[in-house]
């Protein structure tokens, strides 16, 4: 079972920022925060991951709470091509799949 | 890095019939295969998890006697479904393990008539 909860979806206007929170409250130590995203009928596309400090790349800003117990994905300038679903995900980093709960669909409106 | 190529992106069989998908890493080796499937509106599923020249190790509730995975190389793995059926029409998803993480292929549309 999936370690994370999520909103079932969100909107949020073009050009503006998209935050996309995301509870892991029994995540263990050494586990990660990784976000990915599903545009429809293709394969999960890699966002950001993280441990315990934010993190930032091109695509998006990953910022966990100190306790680690939640987490906030940001997309800062949304575009319409942002929507997709997006799945927060906790887990071991290595050879243990990952587990994919029903994420948060998010819809990007002109 | 990590380019997958995961072929076909959809077919159509007979009820009946087998077909086998094809997962590639392209530009690294991947020791670990995951294997998802994806019912409509519904998340990806982790249906198997495969490591180069062993057998693969099946979730509850997967047969592995119609859902064949072979894994003979660290750039190719396969999945057959035998004999399929209506319900078998699902997303199929591969995902390999390369050394700095996850990656994923671009899906199956799988259509059983």
């Known amino acids: 079972d999936a370690k994370t909860t999520q909103p079932p979806s969100m909107d949020c206007a073009e050009g503006r920022a998209a935050n996309l929170p995301c509870n892991h409250s029994?995540?263990?130590?050494?586990?990660?925060v990784y976000w990915y995203r599903q545009i429809h009928s293709q394969g999960p596309q890699y966002i950001i991951h993280?441990?315990?400090n934010n993190e930032t790349n091109e695509m998006a800003s990953l910022i966990i709470t100190e306790d680690r117990k939640s987490s906030t994905l940001i997309l800062p300038h949304a575009t319409l091509r942002d929507t997709a679903v997006y799945y927060c995900?906790?887990?071991?980093?290595?050879?243990?799949?990952?587990?994919f709960g029903k994420g948060t669909r998010l819809s990007v409106i002109a | 890095g990590a380019v997958v190529s995961q072929h076909p992106s959809r077919v159509i069989c007979k009820s009946g019939t087998s077909v086998k998908i094809e997962c590639r890493s392209l530009d690294f080796q991947a020791t670990t295969m995951f294997w998802y499937r994806q019912f409509p509106k519904q998340s990806l599923m982790l249906m198997a998890t495969s490591n180069e020249g062993s057998k693969a190790t099946y979730e509850q509730g997967v047969e592995k006697d119609k859902f064949l995975i072979n894994h003979a190389s660290l750039t190719l793995s396969t999945l057959t479904v035998t004999s399929a059926h209506p319900e078998d029409s699902s997303f199929y998803i591969c995902s390999p393990m390369a050394s700095y993480g996850y990656t994923f292929g671009s899906g199956t549309r799988l259509t059983v008539v």
């Open positions: 995900i906790v887990s071991y980093s290595g050879n243990t799949p990952l587990v």
């Open positions: 993280g441990l315990k």
């Open positions: 029994t995540i263990s130590g050494n586990e990660y």
